[in-house]
């Protein structure tokens, strides 16, 4: 069985790995979301590192708010898009 914990998207990613790792969880629960992390906002190869240096797995969440199910064509096109961004920074 593997524990882990979810980061706080408000706060400093770097802070939140190293609460993590240091607290002897298996993986971090990385929400991907607005205010402070966002893709546009974090280089991956960073975060990589940080997350080996505390052998820490990860499992990627994107916004449940996105509205990928709208009946709108232009907000389910856009929410999409969205995806796409976090999909490749995973």
């Known amino acids: 069985m593997q524990i882990g914990c979810a980061n706080h998207p408000r706060l400093d990613i770097f802070k939140e790995i ?3 790792g240091s ?3 298996d993986f971090i629960d990385l ?3 607005p ?9 991956p ?5 940080a997350l080996e240096f505390y052998n820490l797995n990860v499992v990627g969440h994107t916004p449940y708010y996105l509205q990928i ?3 709108l064509k232009k907000l389910r096109d856009n ?4 995806l796409k961004e976090y ?4």
């Open 18 to 20: 190293k609460w993590i």
């Open 23 to 25: 607290n002897r969880f």
């Open 31 to 33: 929400f991907m979301e």
């Open 35 to 43: 205010d402070k992390c966002e893709p546009c906002q974090l280089n």
């Open 45 to 49: 190869c960073k975060i990589k590192n």
């Open 69 to 71: 199910g709208s009946p």
């Open 79 to 82: 929410a999409i898009e969205i």
């Open 87 to 90: 999909i490749d920074f995973f």
